[in-house]
């Protein structure tokens, strides 16, 4: 008893403070990534964990743990999102909000879409074209060949609630700029003698503003663009893509590449050949 | 002229070897790299750049840089592997060793497993069983139920070329242990009624062997243990695992969730409801 007493004296006040408030501060981080899953990524507990005002005297070496928990939980949702093993979620979680900012404004974002277009880019050479005019190639365009990221900067990147009516005021300024890497690839493909088919949920009243936006960014042939007619509105992605893809494959065209941010682009039937998943923790379309 | 000659003065020649060190570094580990690409991930020009003897004179935020320059080319590799972009490959980049060492060991593939095993638990619940016996949940086992993380430690975490009669001696040892966050999940999935379907790629000849692993890790119980017959041997593991499914389906049963930590286990035809990608960073299966 004694030693206990002794070892509780030896710790300064401010001391046992810095350690409750650790001790929060990790137990708050963990209950809210727990919750997460249970409340389909919508209820967050906390307000915003990374920008809670922290007293001035909470070590450096604390808060860098804190940090560390964070990132390391952010990145295990991250894979979560590219792998498709999340359920359907509406906003990024409130943690992961500097982290997503950091992914998406820092370099990781641009190496990752790299990497994607490149191994997109050595397959597509590695195919063997029948050259009937039959190969094709799909595009997705938003977050593939187009990026909103000017947008989702200004809201959040996903943390709030996607507002259609703010997004197609965006899309009407027809201002998206290219994403590099796919142009890159999307050259490549052409160049190869692929048909394109650009396969966008946007609506048919968008097409002559995507047109526009799509030659502005250096898009500017394709074989087919295909948007959602009247018919397609209020269908899931994933069932519209699928009955266009199958649209296509009743054509005659063998679809030999598929490239998009959401798997909604890239699951469902009939399934092309290969599909290259672009990263896009910013939001998830069924 | 004078300025340049002033300017070069005033750099000390330690300085100067220090700088020509770091950016041979970053170039080479930039081209190991962009030519991993091209090469289909099996030569790497470098011998082994994060144990390469650094001058103890290279000064740590030097080092730092470079740490963190293959840290975050390492991720965007894994993140192409976890969301299959990659095409095939039979190592992992020598220059993440290190990197896919500490993923392994450290907490972040437990996290992943936790999130993948947490997501698919939450679907399964989510699924209205018909309760007619043909409800059914496919997993897979090396990686999945079962980890060989003992092995590939001593065979550099996917660095070496895969040995498959080292291989089969580790198999014959039958002692694999369980991957907890799985075992989570069967036991969720086994409770609320599925048929549990084991589909393995490994030899009907390892049946038994496996039955005592399996058994010895927790996974006492399943309505089907589905090894490679003679005839299976040679199929590419994504043909074996479709043409086992589509049995499945031909039988009556409806696939609602599918476990497996290749993209081999989870794409072809028939497309189960949901799967759920584990992740291993450390090899590749066609």
């Given at each position: 008893m004694p030693f206990l007493l002794d070892s509780f004296r030896s710790i300064s006040t401010m001391g046992l403070f810095r350690i409750v408030l650790l001790f929060s501060l990790c137990s708050l981080i963990s209950r809210a990534f727990s919750h997460e899953t249970v409340n389909a990524h919508n209820n967050h507990i906390l307000p915003r964990p990374l920008i809670l005002k922290y007293p001035d005297n909470l070590i450096e070496t604390q808060l860098n743990q804190l940090n560390e928990e964070v990132k390391l939980q952010c990145t295990t949702w991250r894979f979560a999102v590219e792998a498709n093993?999340?359920?359907?979620?509406?906003?990024?979680?409130?943690?992961?909000l500097e982290y997503v900012r950091d992914y998406m404004m820092g370099r990781g974002y641009g190496l990752d879409l790299e990497r994607v277009s490149n191994e997109a880019g050595v397959y597509a050479k590695s195919v063997e074209l029948?050259?009937?005019?039959?190969?094709a190639w799909i595009f997705d365009i938003?977050?593939?060949?187009?990026?909103?990221l000017p947008y989702y900067q200004e809201h959040g990147y996903g943390l709030e609630i996607f507002n259609p009516v703010e997004f197609d005021k965006w899309v009407e300024k027809a201002m998206s700029p290219a994403i590099e890497a796919s142009l890159k690839l999307y050259e490549e493909v052409l160049g190869l003698g692929f048909k394109i088919f650009l396969l966008t949920?946007?609506?048919?009243?968008q097409r002559s503003i995507t047109v526009d936006n799509l030659i502005n960014a250096?898009?500017?042939?394709?074989?087919k663009l295909i948007l959602r007619s009247s018919d397609d509105h209020g269908k899931l992605a994933i069932i519209y893509k699928s009955e266009k893809r199958n649209e296509m494959v009743q054509e005659g065209y063998r679809i030999l590449g598929n490239s998009g941010d959401q798997w909604s682009d890239l699951l469902g039937s009939p399934m092309p050949s290969r599909s290259f998943k672009l990263p896009n923790p910013m939001y998830y379309i069924p």
């Open positions: 093993n999340l359920n359907p979620w509406k906003t990024i979680p409130r943690e992961c029948r050259g009937d005019g039959k190969d938003d977050e593939t060949l187009l990026s909103n949920g946007r609506s048919e009243k250096g898009v500017r042939y394709w074989d």
